[in-house]
């Protein structure tokens, strides 16, 4: 199961996130879930670093499958707009596949 944990400041502005594991849904190759998750991440890191002008460190390691992210200083009003982008489609994928993907939301 895929957990991603989308963290928040203390007036819920969005601050990052955690992916770890693999969904589990179907053999590599084949597996509509993780694809799905995977595009929504990658379309986010390309569009934060090529759409805003905010900083942000992210590390992505394929051995322990974990993508995390981290905005650095203040996110702008776009960085933020796709954060909560990101959230909306992740937890629409947790809705109709709640069983190999769970989404957590922590204050940072």
Known sequence: MTEITFYRDHEGKPRG???KDHTGY???GQDIV????SALVINFL???EQLTDDVGTHHVS????VISFEVSGICSEK???LLDSLVLGITNIESEYH???HVVFEEV
């Not at 993780?34 to 998750?37: F, Y």
């Not at 394929?62 to 499958?65: I, L, M, W």
């Open 34 to 37: 993780c694809a799905a998750v």
């Open 62 to 65: 394929e051995e322990d499958a």
């Open 99 to 101: 069983r190999y993907i």
């Open 17 to 19: 996130f955690s992916a």
């Open 26 to 28: 179907a053999e590599e």
């Open 79 to 81: 960085g933020q707009i």
């Open 46 to 48: 390309n569009s934060f």
